[in-house]
């Protein structure tokens, strides 16, 4: 529990020094350990335990709890000296405004909405945070002297679970959302403006597109999130500055081959779909650890050259994550079996590389084992590279954050690339982005 308070106060005094550079004059001596540590832990806890179900954490776009949650955070925007609204998505948003309304915002962020049996620091962490920090400009007063106006939006739909469609509500507000969205149903046919009526946010197709925010009313995005993931504990650093965010595309693939009864069809005469997809998986395993071994620099039509090998061999992970077979019985040899793969890396050309050496591998295994193999791209996201200015007052912000709380120097703030997609890439499309991660344990 210790480490938590360390942490999220070293985060949350990083915002608020980044905030302050960028807008006014620094924080200087006081680390307020009330606001950016004991209170904002109390509220991390008490938005954990905002749920719809008994016993775990689910907080899905516009359920009961996340208007709940919603309403929450616009009671801690207030209390930090926020004007708050929720605009026609169910995004929430606080915002200080300075003297001269005119200059361009600095937007701070994350989602409220969570995954089913979520941990509690996913996205809460982010908002909260920026809260904190915003709370800590307006007790000392610097909230007047602000050079910019500092927006938290905490977004309604990151997480996709009800409607099967990420980033809801930043890629509205980065003008990226198509107006059909609306029509989109959930599992009980419930479509995403039935949502929004029934809790009465009237919302056309012309009130979505007016979501978007002008570029040139915007400074800036930066969003802390947790890792998810191993690499800070492993290097025994708190918190890293993010470079970017990993690429990403999403492949379904099929592979069809002769259903047959397990007990009378001989081994030499199968075409097993099963094990062509088992072939096909551990040679995706081989290609991603080793790029290096499959793609040349130089390919036959130049579509990698030696910096993307290099990026593309630090970055690349592979995932296959949801099989399914047919008829799926112990005495049966399947007919079909179908099978996604999850391939992110920072390189969007390596990406196409290995995409373009995955299927020459299928139609070789495929053929060797008579089946037929289909691959459907079924979602390509590109890579998004963090904002070199930003991320430099996050990291010196950073760096002095730690000096001051610990004493000690611990050299350089690490530079990580982030494999999750997070809001930041759909305000990648509005404006530059800057992101923190910290680790959580
Ligand atoms: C702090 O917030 C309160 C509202 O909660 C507001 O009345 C006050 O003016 C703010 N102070 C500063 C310095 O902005
Ligand atoms: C949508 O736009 C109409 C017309 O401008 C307005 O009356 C209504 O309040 C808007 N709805 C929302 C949710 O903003
Ligand atoms: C307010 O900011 C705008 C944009 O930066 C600038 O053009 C204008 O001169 C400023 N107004 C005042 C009164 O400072």
């Known amino acids: ?153 905490a977004f309604c739909d990151e997480e996709g679970v009800r409607f099967q469609s990420t980033f809801l509500g930043s890629a509205a507000i980065a003008g990226v959302l198509p107006v059909s969205t609306l029509q989109i149903p959930d599992k009980s046919g419930l479509t995403v403006q039935n949502v929004l009526r029934e809790n009465l946010i009237d919302t056309t197709e012309e009130n979505l597109s007016q979501l978007k925010y002008d570029a040139d009313s915007v400074l800036g995005y930066v969003e802390v999130h947790i890792e998810q993931g191993p690499v800070l504990e492993s290097v025994g650093l708190p918190l890293a500055v993010v470079k970017g965010i990993a690429g990403q595309t999403r492949i379904k693939l099929t592979v069809r081959g002769s259903q047959g009864h397990a007990g009378t069809v001989p081994m030499s005469m199968r075409q097993d779909p099963m094990v ?20 040349s620099s130089n390919g036959p039509d130049g579509q990698c050259n030696a910096f993307s090998i290099k ?25 079909q079996v179908t099978f996604t793969i999850d391939i992110r890396t920072i390189d969007d050309i390596g990406r196409e590389a290995i995409i373009y050496e995955l299927s020459n591998q299928m139609d070789t295994i495929c053929d060797r084992r008579s089946v037929s193999c289909i691959m459907e791209r079924k979602h390509d996201a590109n890579a998004v590279s963090c904002d070199a200015g930003l991320n430099s007052q996050l990291k010196s912000a950073a760096y002095a954050a730690i000096k001051r709380m610990t004493g000690e120097d611990i050299g350089d703030v690490p530079v990580l690339m982030s494999g999750a997609g997070h809001d930041a890439m759909a305000m990648s499309h509005l404006t530059k982005v800057g992101s923190l991660i910290r680790l959580l344990s």
């Open 276 to 295: 062509a997809a088992a072939e096909l998986i551990v040679s995706l395993e081989s290609l991603c650890k080793r790029p290096q071994d499959y793609i």
């Open 1 to 153: 529990m210790a480490s938590h308070y360390t942490i999220i106060l070293i985060f949350s005094v990083s915002i608020a020094a980044t905030a302050s550079t960028l807008l006014s004059d620094g924080l200087k001596n006081d680390l307020f350990p009330e606001i950016l540590r004991d209170v904002a832990v109390a509220r991390l806890y008490e938005l954990g335990k905002v749920s719809d179900a008994d016993g775990y954490l689910e907080r899905t776009f516009l359920s009961p709890a996340s208007i709940r949650a919603g309403n929450l955070i616009r009671t801690w925007m207030e209390d930090a000296g926020l004007t708050t609204w929720m605009d026609g998505l169910g995004n929430v948003h606080g915002r200080i405004q300075p003297p001269n309304a005119s200059k361009k915002a600095l937007l701070l962020g994350s989602h409220l909405d969570t995954v089913v049996d979520a941990g509690m620091f996913d996205g809460a962490l982010g908002i909260i945070s920026a809260i904190s920090a915003l709370k800590v400009l307006n007790v000392t007063g610097r909230s007047r002297n602000l050079k910019h106006p500092v927006e938290v939006i």
């Open 311 to 335: 990026s593309l061999s630090g970055s690349l992970v592979c995932t296959v994550g949801e099989i399914s077979t047919w008829p799926s019985a112990s005495n049966v040899i399947p007919g």
